[in-house]
């Protein structure tokens, strides 16, 4: 949430029949001057066209969002009512979370308007500034607020950070529940599929195991997954086998670094009632590369010994982006005239399907895969 | 269609006659000019009863951009909406309406003499528009604007020279109202007209289309300004599609340039000398022609005769418009890996393009052989021809320059004490004072209890002794042993420096010396190559120490993170996501 920006000024603006456009009220009081909203008052009190639209200024060191409101009736003086109500930021803020908030603002004050004349009336209109000084400090403050106008409204507004789109699920990913999520959603808040796959959700079945299991659809499985994932609860890796190979990324810094990574790392790797070094663990990690299985680094270190199960310990790295999987990818040579046995597998040797996701579509284990691909020599295979 | 492609650019001006949209490009046909703030598709039945609560409206807005082009927007209103008033000229223009940016730079037209040709129009000030998608980050705004101030700037001096812009826009708005006068089955748009007469509409129309396709925009305003504009979420699309290099991917790139690493050119040398304008540097055709993957910056430096400080400052620029790349120079002991984001469909165009400059050759059996981390020079065949052994360099600069190859270089880290138990975290086992430098003076009491409660199975033998040890190996040694020595001092816990001294005998005080020297480097922050590049130490004798030191110290192969422009920063989280 620290990503908010902080709404620095609410103004209402409205278009006065003998002033023009101005801004009627404003929290706090003079922020934004009279010079700079003369210079961008066509983009508040707009034309026709650009009404109901959200606009956004960025001028002058300000980033005003608004969305101007016009109610067409014969009860006012010139057919309709005009107004904007604004939010003002700073110029480098990130405004993209607000505007479905100013957006909905307008649609309360104008519904308020057609219901009760909350805005023609200038007795009624009084309140504005008390409401927008309470929008201003809980919104700053707790990112939500819910205020009382009248028995038929309440104003109710949240800023909802904006998540990135979280990538395709396929079924061959590992879902595994972050350890260190904020995400503080308990099991019962969740919807009723994401409750009977949570328990299936231990860091080492594939999706397309975890629907088996639960029996659950796979396409549910893997959108049940992806919501989990806007949320930050899950994060995706790789199947565990003794076969795999890893190798270690830029990332590994941190974990020398970074003590308080280093406890929660010992902390989750370590077997039960052991205590190991992070120096163990480092070495462990520096031991993956390419053309090192983990079945090799097992018998180099001998990690039961040293109290580190190297299932977690793969897992931790994985997740915190310590080592990146090495996928297999064979690769069928074009010019190569190949082997009649294996004809039916070649669509999948195109370069862009790894063992992982040829295992998980076709049944085939990972050996019978290796033996099948090692024996024909129009197949070459590339690690990355 | 990628997010930094423009959706369209516009020439608005405001002057006498109000404002008026003078050009735009792409221009759309007349019928879908009038459906703004109405859903296209439905007509709005006049008889309908107004539902006062109806949100849905103000929930789905319609996007305004379909097919790269911005919909539903009218020339008036376009002209309404980007002419600004003169307090808003000469600084920035940024106004996000719905989810379409417009970008621009207004600025008031210079007063000149009215010469009666041009008095048709009077121009108070202009703009140079260009619609982005709404979601643009600030990075690819501030580069929009950039061009935006360019064109700007170039017309405003063009006006003042000549007056050139009055006459176009004078060309421009007589086309308009001819159009205009002409009976309404027309389907001639007066844009298409303006593209056959005007060259300033002409131009437009191509810095559109070069900011779609290549992001590289170079023309002459008037025959006279020139205009030259790189758009770097763009240029490095053309050598590895796929990757999102941002102008900070970039920056950070170019704040890890060091001496020791290298150009690789990503344009063969005679097209990129023909790009360069006439009245370009010198000194950069100079360092171009000298360039070579096998070099590093320091004998660019020294073979085109100019100082390190600019040839920095040449390859930055070159890095920044996408001709170059930042690598460290080939060499035999150099490790390359296949580059994981490596897209390598078995007839995609990359391995066309192979094919074409490698004859008899294939992109995956080649890339293969770089699936496990071996040192290039065992890459080659020994029984090859020379022949085959260029080619195989000649490969490996092409992949490398298609960004499917990526070097993993060794990093040392020294090994960390053994944590104290938690609670112990400020013991004071890095706690140094003066009193412990070696020499003369004995060490604290308090350090060598340290020492001992952290290592109860080393510290077994008496601390003096230890450290006497050391003094014969350092007395006979300079100042400057001692000197770094205490540098030394500074990062090293007391168990750490037991640990050296039990290793100092007279025999490899050398060793010691050295491992003492460079134990600064053994942080992860360093790889060989750079260590052997600011010490001036050989790889071999480096190899040498740190298998003699092997226990104290940890090597970890990865990319150098710096140089590495596939690796930016969400893909680095999305790679953890999806390992």
Same mark, same amino acid.
């Given at each position: 949430m620290n990503r908010r920006g902080e709404i620095k000024c609410i103004f209402f603006s409205e278009f006065d029949i003998t002033a023009g456009p101005k801004i009627t009220f404003q929290v706090p009081k003079d922020y934004l001057g009279r010079e700079v909203f003369d210079s961008v008052h066509v983009y508040i009190i707009t034309k026709q066209h650009l009404q109901d639209s959200i606009i956004t200024i960025n001028t002058s060191g300000h980033k005003i969002i608004g969305y101007p409101v016009c109610i067409e009736s014969s009860k006012y003086e010139r057919n309709a009512l005009i107004f904007n109500l604004c939010f003002v930021f700073d110029a480098a803020t990130d405004v993209l979370c607000y505007e479905p908030v100013v957006r909905k603002l307008a649609g309360y004050l104008s519904t308020l308007e057609r219901e009760s004349e909350f805005l023609s009336n200038e007795d009624k209109k009084q309140q504005l500034p008390a409401i927008l000084t309470e929008i201003l400090e809980n919104l700053n403050e707790r990112g939500t607020c &819910? $205020?009382?106008? %009248?028995?038929?409204?309440?104003?109710?507004?949240?800023?909802? @950070?904006?998540?990135? /789109?979280?990538? *395709?699920?396929?079924?061959?990913?590992?879902?595994?529940?972050?350890?260190?999520?904020?995400?503080?959603?308990?099991?019962?808040?969740?919807?009723?599929?994401?409750?009977?796959?949570?328990?299936?959700?231990?860091?080492?079945?594939?999706?397309?195991?975890?629907?088996?299991?639960?029996?659950v659809d796979i396409q549910i499985v893997e959108a049940c997954i992806q919501n989990l994932m806007y949320y930050g609860a899950i994060k995706l890796i790789s199947i565990f086998q003794y076969s795999n190979v890893y190798t270690t990324t830029a990332a590994i810094k941190s974990l020398v670094e970074d003590k308080?990574?280093?406890?929660?790392?010992?902390?989750?790797?370590?077997?039960?009632?052991? &205590? $190991?070094?992070? %120096?163990?663990?480092?070495?462990?990690?520096?031991?993956?590369? @390419?053309?090192?299985? /983990?079945?090799? *680094?097992?018998?180099?270190?001998?990690?039961?010994?040293?109290?580190?199960?190297?299932?977690?310990?793969?897992q931790y790295g994985l997740m915190k982006g310590f080592i990146r999987r090495l996928h297999k990818y064979p690769i069928k040579l074009p010019n190569e005239p190949g082997s009649n046995k294996l004809s039916h597998l070649y669509s999948w040797f195109t370069g862009c399907h790894s063992y992982d996701k040829i295992c998980c579509q076709t049944g085939l284990s990972y050996r019978e895969l290796d033996d099948k691909v090692e024996s024909d020599p129009s197949i070459v295979v590339c690690w990355k | 269609m990628s997010e930094s492609d423009p959706v369209g650019v516009f020439l608005v001006y405001s002057g006498s006659a109000g404002d008026r949209l003078l050009f735009r490009y792409p221009y759309e046909s007349e019928d879908s000019n009038q459906l703004f703030g109405k859903n296209p598709g439905t007509n709005v039945n006049p008889y309908a009863v107004r539902i006062i609560e109806d949100l849905s409206e103000l929930r789905t807005p319609v996007s305004s951009i379909s097919i790269r082009t911005l919909i539903g927007y009218s020339d008036k209103v376009l002209a309404a909406l980007l002419a600004v008033k003169p307090a808003l000229c000469g600084h920035k223009f940024e106004v996000k309406v719905n989810d379409v940016l417009f970008l621009g730079h207004p600025l008031v037209v210079p007063k000149t003499h009215p010469s009666p040709k041009h008095a048709r129009?009077?121009?108070?000030?202009?703009?140079?528009?260009?619609?982005?998608?709404?979601?643009?980050?600030?990075?690819?705004?501030?580069?929009?604007?950039?061009?935006?101030?360019?064109?700007?700037?170039?017309?405003?001096?063009?006006?003042?020279?000549?007056?050139?812009?009055?006459?176009?826009?004078?060309?421009?708005?007589?086309?308009?109202?001819?159009?205009?006068?002409?009976?309404?089955?027309?389907?001639?748009?007066?844009?298409?007209?303006?593209?056959?007469?005007?060259?300033?509409?002409?131009?437009?129309?191509?810095?559109?289309?070069?900011?779609?396709?290549?992001?590289?925009?170079q023309l002459y305003v008037n025959q006279w300004i020139h205009i030259n504009f790189s758009l770097p979420h763009k240029v490095h699309m053309a050598y590895s599609p796929g990757t999102k290099v941002t102008p900070k991917t970039i920056q950070r790139c170019v704040e890890s340039l060091r001496p020791y690493h290298g150009m690789l050119l990503l344009v063969d040398e005679e097209t990129l000398l023909d790009s360069l304008p006439p009245d370009g540097s010198p000194c950069l055709t100079r360092l171009i022609q000298v360039s070579s993957p096998l070099k590093?910056?320091?004998?660019?430096?020294?073979?085109?005769?100019?100082?390190?400080?600019?040839?920095?400052?040449?390859?930055?620029?070159?890095?920044?418009?996408?001709?170059?790349?930042?690598?460290?120079?080939?060499?035999?002991?150099?490790?390359?890996?296949?580059?994981?984001?490596?897209?390598?469909?078995?007839?995609?165009?990359?391995?066309?393009?192979?094919?074409?400059?490698?004859?008899?050759?294939?992109?995956?059996?080649?890339?293969?052989?770089?699936?496990?981390?071996?040192?290039?020079?065992?890459?080659r065949d020994v029984l090859g021809l020379p022949q085959q052994q260029a080619q195989q360099v000649q490969m490996v600069v092409w992949m490398l320059q298609h960004q499917l190859l990526v070097q993993l270089h060794i990093y040392v880290y020294r090994l960390h004490d053994p944590q104290p138990d938690t609670g112990h975290d400020k013991a004071p086992v890095n706690f140094l004072t003066p009193e412990d430098l070696p020499g003369p003076r004995r060490k604290d009491t308090r350090v060598s209890d340290a020492a001992s409660s952290v290592t109860s199975d080393e510290s077994q033998g008496p601390t003096p002794e230890k450290s006497s040890s050391f003094d014969i190996g350092s007395d006979g040694v300079s100042d400057e042993a001692r000197f770094q020595w205490s540098l030394l001092q500074e990062n090293l816990s007391n168990e750490m420096k037991e640990r050296i001294m039990n290793l100092a005998t007279p025999d490899n005080a050398e060793d010691v010396h050295l491992f003492v020297r460079l134990c600064p480097y053994f942080n992860g922050q360093h790889h060989l190559e750079e260590i052997m590049y600011y010490e001036n130490v050989r790889r071999s004798q480096l190899l040498t120490l740190l298998d003699k030191f092997r226990n104290m110290l940890i090597l970890c192969q990865h990319e150098d993170v710096g140089i590495t422009t596939w690796l930016n920063d969400d893909k680095t989280v999305s790679l953890s996501h999806c390992c």
């Open positions: &819910s $205020i009382y106008i %009248n028995e038929s409204t309440t104003i109710h507004l949240k800023v909802v @950070a904006s998540l990135n /789109v979280p990538p *395709l699920v396929e079924g061959y990913h590992v879902p595994i529940l972050d350890p260190n999520s904020h995400s503080s959603m308990a099991v019962s808040k969740w919807d009723l599929a994401t409750q009977q796959l949570l328990p299936y959700i231990d860091g080492f079945k594939h999706i397309a195991q975890i629907a088996t299991e639960a029996d308080e990574l280093q406890r929660g790392c010992i902390q989750y790797v370590a077997k039960r009632g052991r &205590s $190991i070094t992070t %120096n163990v663990v480092l070495q462990m990690y520096c031991g993956l590369r @390419a053309g090192t299985t /983990v079945r090799d *680094l097992c018998i180099q270190h001998n990690p039961h010994a040293l109290g580190i199960d190297e299932r977690k310990l793969i | 129009v009077t121009m108070t000030s202009f703009n140079v528009v260009f619609a982005l998608q709404g979601n643009a980050d600030t990075m690819l705004v501030s580069c929009y604007h950039d061009l935006s101030q360019q064109l700007a700037v170039a017309l405003r001096h063009e006006e003042k020279r000549c007056g050139y812009l009055s006459e176009q826009a004078s060309t421009m708005c007589s086309i308009q109202d001819d159009m205009a006068s002409q009976p309404e089955d027309s389907l001639e748009s007066p844009y298409g007209a303006m593209l056959m007469k005007c060259p300033l509409a002409n131009q437009l129309k191509s810095v559109h289309l070069s900011l779609c396709s290549g992001g590289v925009v590093n910056l320091q004998d660019l430096a020294s073979d085109s005769d100019l100082s390190l400080g600019q040839v920095f400052q040449l390859v930055t620029h070159l890095v920044y418009w996408g001709k170059a790349a930042i690598i460290y120079p080939l060499c035999e002991s150099n490790v390359y890996v296949i580059t994981p984001d490596t897209n390598m469909i078995v007839n995609s165009t990359l391995v066309e393009k192979f094919v074409e400059l490698f004859p008899g050759m294939s992109l995956p059996a080649v890339i293969s052989e770089f699936s496990l981390p071996t040192p290039l020079g065992e890459h």
